[in-house]
């Protein structure tokens, strides 16, 4: 009777063990971001420096920034959509 016990208890914990680890995982969530919900904007710059410009499109949510000759271009999230 205590070797059944025994047995039973380490299946249990076994079993429990293998159910909680994908519970862990579900926190890593990674956002999609809409297209309809995606706007731009130019900065004019005498000559566009990347680092400068994902500085000056991090002040939007989700903002990235791309140079376009002397021109910083902006993709960042909008809450409404562009009309």
Known sequence: MRISFALFSVLLLLVSAK???????????N???????????????????????????SKEPLGVGECRNTFCSCTYYCKQPPM
């Open 31 to 57: 956002a999609v971001r809409i297209p309809e919900h995606t706007c731009h904007k130019l900065v004019d710059m005498n000559s566009c420096d990347l680092q400068k410009c994902n500085q000056e499109c």
């Open 19 to 29: 159910f909680s680890q994908p519970w862990a995982i579900i926190h890593e969530v």
